[in-house]
C-alpha cells in the first residue's frame, strides 16, 4: 500500500496519528533549515514538512510534478492556512520515496494562471489533466453520467448497448468508414447515432430504452462541437407521443442541472417555440433566451422609403432599449462587425431616437410618418436605437440573428447565472439543398405531420415534422422526433427526397422490413452529453470538458492519429492509395 490517507481528507482530527501518502509534488519551499513540499493528489493538498538533514539532502534533486511517497506524523500548524482545507495540519516526514521522477523541464506550468498553447495542451494531455479545473471537469462528467443513469432507470428506461460497426445511413454527416477485411470491397460505418437500432429496439417490443451512446460524424469542428466523436444521452419509447418525450426531458436535464449548479435553471413545461417563429424573432434555430432582444419585421414600414438599399428587400429591425446614450464608435464597431466573413452583410443601418429627433446613420430616410409606425406599432421609444438589416429573406434573418447576439454580448443584456431552455418545434420536413433538389433538413426517420397524406398532396417545403430542439443558452443541447413506423410513409418520403423504393430496402432493409411486422408508434430524443456538462461547467469550449480531445484539424496530438498505416496493413483490407493522384488533386 503506497498510502493511508489522501491529501484532500487530513484534518484536526488527524493530528498526532502516523499516515502514508503519495501524490504529486505542487511546489518546494526551501526556508534554509526546514523544506516545505505542497504534495497533491485528487483530493487535495498536504503540506509536508522536512526538518530532517538526512531527507534534505535525499531531496534536493527532487523536481515538481515528481511522484513521490512519504510517511510521517500529522501535527497541528503553527501558521495556518484558510484558503484549503487541509489548512490546520501538516505531515513531518519520517521517510520519502520516489515513485516517478518527473523531467527538469515540463512543457508548461501546472496549475498556474500561465497562457498555454491548446497543441501543447492537447499534445501533453495527461499533464494538462493535472490541472485543478480541466479535472475537476472530466470528475464532473463522471458525477453527470451517474446522475442521468440513475434518472434512467428510476424512470423505468432499460440501458441497451448497440453496435458500433455498422452500416452507412444518411443522417446528415459524412460517414467514417471501416473497410471489411473478411468482405472485400465492403465497408461498415461507424454510427452517426444509434437511430435505426434505438427503433428496431422499439419493434422488438422494449418499452423504453436508454444508454449513453457514442455518435461518429466526419464534421468541421467547432467550440461547442467535438470533431468525430461525441456522446449523447439517447433515449426512445414505445407508444409516445412528442410530449412523452418533453415530459422525460424535463424531467431529467433540470434534475441534473439542478444537482450541480447553484444558477437558476428553468423548471417544465419548458417554451415551445415552432421554427418559423425562431427564425422570425431570433433568427436562429437555438435562440438563448437570456438576451431580451427581439427581431421585428418592419419591411411594409420602408416600402415607400427612398433608401435604395432596402428596395425591393425584407427588412428587420432590432430595437435596443437605452441605446441611444452608446456613442458612434459603438455604431461604428456593430458596422465592422456585420461587415465581417463571419455575418457576411454589406452594411448596417440605424438611427438613434433622442430628445425627441432621429439622429445618425440612415435618420435622414427615416421620414416623420416612418417614424410614427416605428413607435406605434413596434414600440419604438425616445432614448432607444434601432438597427436594421435588409436583404432577402433567409439571409436577413441570419444577419440579423447574429446581430442580436452581438448586441446582447457588447451591451452585456445576457440575464446572469442562469439556465433558459426551450423547445423549437415544428421543424420543416424537408429544405432545398445547394443544388437546388429536396433534401431532409432534419431527421430523415420522422413522421411529417399529417402523415401519407401531406406527403402526396402539399408541397414538400410545406411539409412540417414531429421534430423538435432542445436549446439551453444559444446551445442546441438535444435533437428528438416522433418517428415514422409505416413502411407506406417512409418509401413515399424518402421518394419525394429523390431515393427510390430500392434504394430505401437496401440502405435500409433492416428497418423497412421490420415495419412490415407490426410495428408500434415510438418517439425519442437524444441530449448531447458533452454540451450538458459543458454547459454546467460554465465552459465555453467543449474540449475543456473531454478526456482526451481532437484539436480544430480533428487530430489526436496525443497519440498522433490520425496516422500513416503499413502496406501490410492495407492489403489486409483490400485498400490500395493512389498518393500521387491524390498529390496532383
Not at 60 to 80: A, D, L, M, W
Not at 340 to 358: F, M, P, Q, R, S
Not at 508 to 529: D, N, S, V
Request: aromatic share 10%.
Amino acid at each position: 500500500m503506497y498510502r493511508t490517507k489522501t491529501c484532500g481528507e487530513l484534518n484536526i482530527k488527524n493530528v498526532n496519528e502516523e499516515v502514508e501518502l503519495a501524490g504529486w509534488i505542487q511546489k518546494i519551499r526551501n526556508l534554509g533549515g526546514m523544506v516545505f513540499i505542497d504534495l497533491r493528489d485528487e483530493e487535495g493538498i498536504t503540506q509536508i514538512v522536512v526538518n530532517d538533514k538526512k531527507l534534505e539532502e535525499q531531496i534536493k534533486e527532487y523536481n515538481t510534478e515528481s511522484c513521490i511517497n512519504i510517511c510521517g506524523q500529522v501535527v497541528e500548524r503553527s501558521s495556518k492556512n484558510n484558503k484549503i482545507p487541509t489548512g490546520e495540519i501538516e505531515v513531518v516526514a519520517k521517510k520519502i520515496e520516489m515513485l516517478g521522477r518527473c523531467k527538469n523541464v515540463l512543457p508548461f506550468e501546472i496549475n498556474t494562471n500561465q497562457e498555454v498553447r491548446e497543441d501543447l495542451r492537447l499534445e501533453y494531455r495527461f499533464l494538462d489533466l493535472r490541472n485543478k479545473k480541466l479535472h475537476e471537469n472530466i470528475l464532473l462528467r463522471s458525477k453527470i453520467m451517474k446522475t442521468i443513469r440513475d434518472k434512467m432507470d428510476e424512470l423505468g428506461f432499460t440501458e441497451i448497448q448497440t453496435p458500433i460497426l455498422a452500416n452507412s445511413s444518411p443522417e446528415g454527416a459524412r460517414d467514417y468508414l471501416v473497410p471489411s477485411r473478411l468482405n472485400p470491397g465492403e465497408f461498415y460505418a461507424l454510427p452517426q447515432a444509434p437511430q435505426q437500432f434505438k427503433q428496431l429496439l422499439m419493434l422488438a417490443g422494449f418499452n423504453k430504452y436508454y444508454q449513453i451512446a457514442p455518435c461518429f460524424r466526419d464534421e468541421d469542428p467547432r467550440a461547442d462541437r467535438a470533431p468525430g466523436e461525441f456522446y449523447q444521452l439517447d433515449f426512445e419509447m414505445s407508444f409516445a407521443s412528442q410530449e412523452d418525450v418533453f415530459k422525460v426531458i424535463e424531467e431529467v436535464v433540470p434534475y441534473t442541472f439542478k444537482k450541480f449548479t447553484n444558477w437558476k435553471v428553468d423548471e417544465g413545461p419548458f417554451i415551445r417555440i415552432p421554427y418559423k417563429e425562431a427564425m422570425e424573432k431570433y433568427g436562429i434555430d437555438k435562440p438563448d433566451l437570456r438576451n431580451p432582444l427581439i427581431i421585428q419585421d418592419v419591411t411594409k414600414v420602408f416600402e415607400k422609403s427612398e433608401f435604395k438599399a432596402f428596395e425591393g428587400k425584407t427588412v428587420k429591425a432590432i430595437i435596443v432599449p437605452e441605446g441611444a446614450k452608446q456613442g458612434r464608435k459603438f455604431f461604428d464597431k456593430m458596422t465592422d462587425f456585420a461587415k465581417t466573413e463571419e455575418v457576411g452583410a454589406k452594411g448596417l443601418a440605424w438611427v438613434k431616437y433622442e430628445e425627441n429627433a432621429l439622429t445618425g446613420g440612415i435618420s435622414k430616410f427615416i421620414t416623420e410618418e416612418m417614424k410614427e409606425i416605428l413607435e406605434k406599432e413596434y414600440g419604438f421609444k425616445n432614448g432607444d436605437s434601432i438597427f436594421f438589416i435588409g436583404d432577402e429573406l433567409k439571409t436577413a434573418q441570419k444577419i440579423a440573428g447574429l446581430i442580436r447576439i452581438e448586441l446582447g454580448n457588447r451591451l452585456d443584456l445576457l440575464e446572469k447565472d442562469t439556465y433558459r431552455f426551450c423547445f423549437i418545434v415544428d421543424f420543416p420536413m424537408y429544405e432545398l439543398s445547394d443544388e437546388g433538389t429536396i433534401d431532409f433538413s432534419h431527421n430523415p426517420f420522422s413522421m411529417p405531420q399529417g402523415g401519407l397524406k401531406a406527403l402526396e398532396e402539399k408541397d414538400p417545403l410545406d411539409i412540417l415534422a414531429y421534430q423538435y430542439d432542445l436549446v439551453c443558452n444559444g446551445y442546441e443541447m438535444a435533437s428528438g422526433a416522433v418517428r415514422n413506423h409505416n413502411p407506406e410513409i417512409m418509401v413515399k418520403a424518402f421518394e419525394i427526397a429523390g431515393y427510390s423504393e430500392e434504394e430505401v430496402k437496401n440502405r435500409f432493409g433492416a428497418l423497412y422490413k421490420a415495419f412490415q411486422y407490426g410495428a408500434p408508434p415510438h418517439a425519442g430524443a437524444a441530449p448531447g452529453l458533452d454540451r450538458m456538462v459543458m454547459l454546467i461547467a460554465n465552459s465555453n469550449n467543449i474540449r475543456e470538458v473531454i478526456a482526451f480531445p481532437k484539436n480544430k484539424k480533428a487530430r489526436d496530438l496525443l497519440m498522433q492519429a490520425p496516422s500513416v498505416v503499413t502496406e501490410e496493413q492495407l492489403k489486409d483490407v483490400h485498400i490500395k492509395l493512389d498518393l500521387d493522384k491524390k498529390k496532383e488533386n
